[in-house]
């Protein structure tokens, strides 16, 4: 766990630079690297970001659900080690692969373009010692089962780490299927990968990937609302039936990176983006509902009952894995969600299909939703797990704040510049120096500029983070079992299976989150229509 845990914050830590170069670059006044090297830094920051600093963390939450809450031992430690060493090997393969030229070929690294047979093989390592991990966790279940140290269903937390594992399985075996023989295409052996192919088997690797990091930071979303306020789900059957429409639903959304490729079928497209890819949105709409109605009904069930709003007043906002937390929830649902939704129609895909849109809607999702979360959890962990005080503890609570709400207006100007059309990938908007160069709105060059001063604020926000981070590892003062240090820490050194473990039913009787829940639905609403209103301006075009 502690060596995951570390590792991924090493990668975060060099996605963390790398995003200094990109958001320099994107923003028109600067525009601060030439085009080599902005796509060779914008291939290793989405790497790094993405599938590294994620996955390596992700890790570590498996270990944490399955022998930690479980209380047994963790199965077969030295394959464990084993997929760690296959993980580190693969991830510094790739990124020395990277930085030696040659393979800017973004995360995507579409063929016939091609990259270094290292760049391949790293990410093969990689995802062989991830998939190794997987079955390492499902491994200590069997050890927990056997060995009985737990009574009934396993806690609705480790329920959610399987679906996360069970989806993780595909990923890495999506992602398998389609590198090694862009790998073997690399070093001469096959002639030719199909691009349509590759394509459509990466992006089930690709955008499933993000699909773990939903399921593994809902897990946390509902380990939080036990662990600060003793929540109990609001109807446990009914969040393990939204986890398992994740595994049944959630990797058909990965569709909707195709919706622009010629060479897949409109029935496949409709299909995908729409009927299934829906059972997985209500999903997340169940979780959205019944996370925060779980901490409403404990939190009245403190007298906190004065309003519709006292219970959410009340929480510990200075605690920032209660905050990191919310602000992620928040974001994910408002940001994430509602833009996803619309990216998976097909026709209103059209709009804003490989324009700064998409990392605008990722960047909610990912960084917003999964990262936020994986930092608000790493505050608890310091001294739950690593038993260590956490260093500046009045620059902690401020964090989350910091690095949320600055991803949150990042997010928002993206968006809205993709919605003007200016696109993903291009290295520099104004076409400087082309024969027919677009000539954009200004508002499209105000946004990016915007973009570039909340990137900057974000980064600053993550860098405290590996400060706090790092700093209590290396700095803080060692807590014995039990102790409580004397100094202010935003995170009481508590142990979370007991909260974990118990769970139970309740009435609805969460009047303050059913109100957020119509907030959300009519927002939903308009920007879907709003968006239609859009598309509808280029019909005349026929």
């Known amino acids: 766990m502690i060596v995951n845990a570390f590792v991924a914050v090493v990668a975060l830590l060099v996605g963390g630079i790398l995003a200094i170069g990109v958001v320099l670059t994107r923003w028109p006044a600067v525009h601060w690297l030439g085009a080599d090297t902005f796509y060779m830094v914008l291939t290793a920051h989405g790497i790094d970001m993405l599938i590294f600093w994620i996955i390596f963390f992700e890790i570590a939450v498996l270990y944490f ?106 990923t890495i075996a999506s992602g398998a299927i389609i590198l090694i023989p862009t790998f073997l295409m690399s070093v001469g052996i096959i002639k030719e990968v199909d691009p349509l192919i590759y394509r459509t088997i990466w992006w089930a690797f690709g955008h499933s990937s993000q699909q773990i990091n939903v399921a593994a930071h809902i897990s946390i979303w509902y380990a939080v609302a036990a662990i600060a306020f003793g929540a109990k789900p609001m109807s446990e059957r009914v969040s393990r039936g939204a986890f398992l429409l994740y595994i049944l639903f959630l990797q058909l959304a990965s569709a909707h990176h195709l ?61 920032p894995v209660w905050s990191g937390i919310f602000i992620s929830l928040i974001g994910f649902g408002f940001l994430g969600g509602i833009s996803g939704v619309m990216m998976g129609t097909e026709q209103l895909n059209m709009i804003i299909h490989n324009t700064v849109y998409v990392p605008g809607h990722f960047h909610a999702t990912v960084v917003v939703g999964t990262t936020l979360t994986f930092m608000a959890l790493t505050f608890f962990l310091i001294p739950v797990l690593f038993k260590r005080e956490m260093i500046n503890p009045a620059l902690a609570k401020w964090q989350p704040y910091l690095f949320g709400f600055s991803m949150y207006f990042f997010c928002l100007v993206m968006m809205g510049a993709g919605t003007l059309g200016v696109s993903r990938r291009h290295w520099d908007m104004s076409f400087g120096g082309a024969a027919m160069a677009y000539e954009w709105p200004g508002a499209a060059y105000l946004m990016m500029g915007l973009v570039g001063i909340a990137g900057v604020a974000a980064i600053v926000g993550g860098a405290i983070y590996i400060y706090i981070t790092v700093g209590s590892l290396l700095w803080g003062k060692k807590l014995a079992g039990g102790d409580v240090s004397a100094k202010f820490t935003p995170i009481p050194p508590t142990a979370p299976t007991a909260a974990a473990q118990s769970y139970g039913s309740a009435g609805f009787a969460a009047p303050g989150t059913f109100a957020l829940a119509m907030v959300f639905l009519v927002s939903f609403i308009l920007y879907y229509f709003i968006n239609w209103k859009y598309l509808s301006q280029v019909w005349g075009l026929s």
Request: net charge positive; aromatic share 14%.
């Open 65 to 170: 659900a399955s022998s930690t809450l479980l209380r047994c031992r963790l199965a077969t430690p030295k394959v464990a080690w084993l997929a760690f060493v296959l993980m580190l090997i693969g991830a510094v393969t790739n990124n020395v692969a990277v930085f030696q030229g040659g393979s800017s070929v973004m995360m995507t690294s579409y063929v016939p373009m091609m990259a270094s047979p290292w760049f391949y093989l790293g990410l093969i390592l990689f995802a062989v010692g991830a998939l190794v991990a997987c079955f390492v966790f499902f491994g200590t279940l069997v050890v927990a089962k056997r060995d009985k140290t737990y009574q009934g269903s396993v806690p609705l937390v480790t329920f959610g780490a399987i679906t996360a594992a069970i989806i993780a399985v595909f």
């Open 259 to 319: 919706l622009a490729d010629p060479g897949v079928s409109t029935a496949w497209k409709v299909v995908n983006t729409s009927y299934f890819m829906y059972f997985a949105v209500l999903a997340s709409m169940i979780h959205g509902l019944t996370i925060p109605g779980a901490i409403e009904v404990a939190q009245r069930a403190k007298g906190y009952n004065n309003g519709l709003f006292e219970w959410l007043r009340k929480a510990p906002w200075g605690n």
